[in-house]
Antibody, heavy 118, light 112 residues
Framework: QEQLVESGGGVVQPGRSLRLSCAAS????????MHWVRQAPGKGLEWVAI????????YYANSVKGRFTISRDNSNSTVYLQMSSLRAEDTALYFC???????????WGQGTMVTVSS | DIVMTQSPLSLPVTPGEPASISCTST???????????LDWYLQKPGQSPQLLIY???NRASGVPDRFSGSGSGTNFTLKISRVEAEDVGVYYC?????????FGPGTRVDIK
């Protein structure tokens, strides 16, 4: 079935880096735009980044611009989020989600937890 | 950035009764193509969000027809015709007009 599985989360010290992965299966990954969305503990959803289906365009939330980089490998059906200069406020459950055109984020992963703490 | 607001933020509901959530944006979400770029999501307890409605009024695949979306420009509504116990959770609207997507604060729906 169509699914997304995130990995790479963990506990990291402030200022350090971490790379998240999101592996897709069961669908044609290369035709979908991919997003990262995060949710701080007990809080709402915050959009983080998008990468177009072919990797040609990338956009970021102001809160992560210059620190996070989204990328994808269509040959391996995986999208990544490289996070650097991490801050306590980056602590959250990070979801990846797919989007075709403007038809909403129709498939979400289960999320991977990132905790930034000394 | 476009700021999204929702009301109410908490909504106790009675099974079998209707329910309604409002969502407002600081800028019009009406695209020149005639579509309103507004989606609705439900996050059930302990689960990932799921898409309910896209482009303001289109039900996503597998979404029961008791859910409906309406509105245009800056004012939108999600309606549940008859609430069921499985509908509890947090409902979010999200604007998809600008590439800097933004979610509303969420409306928590629970059973009275």
């Amino acid at each position: 079935q169509e699914q997304l599985v995130e990995s790479g989360g963990g506990v990291v010290q402030p200022g350090r880096s971490l790379r998240l992965s999101c592996a897709a299966s069961g669908f044609m990954f290369h035709i979908y735009g991919m997003h990262w969305v995060r949710q701080a503990p007990g809080k709402g959803l915050e959009w983080v980044a998008i990468i177009w289906y072919d990797g040609s365009n990338k956009y970021y939330a102001n809160s992560v611009k210059g620190r996070f980089t989204i990328s994808r490998d269509n040959s391996n059906s995986t999208v990544y989020l490289q996070m650097s200069s991490l801050r306590a406020e980056d602590t959250a459950l990070y979801f990846c989600a797919r989007q075709r055109g403007r038809s909403g984020f129709d498939i979400w992963g289960q999320g991977t937890m990132v905790t930034v703490s000394s | 950035d476009i700021v999204m607001t929702q009301s109410p933020l908490s909504l106790p509901v009675t099974p079998g009764e209707p329910a309604s959530i409002s969502c407002t944006s600081t800028q019009s979400l009406l695209h020149s193509n005639g579509y309103n770029y507004l989606d609705w999501y439900l996050q059930k307890p302990g689960q990932s969000p799921q898409l309910l409605i896209y482009l303001a009024s289109n039900r996503a695949s597998g979404v029961p027809d008791r859910f409906s979306g309406s509105g245009s420009g800056t004012n939108f509504t999600l309606k549940i015709s008859r609430v069921e116990a499985e509908d509890v959770g947090v409902y979010y609207c999200m604007q998809a007009l600008q590439t800097f997507f933004t979610f509303g604060p969420g409306t928590r729906v629970d059973i009275k």
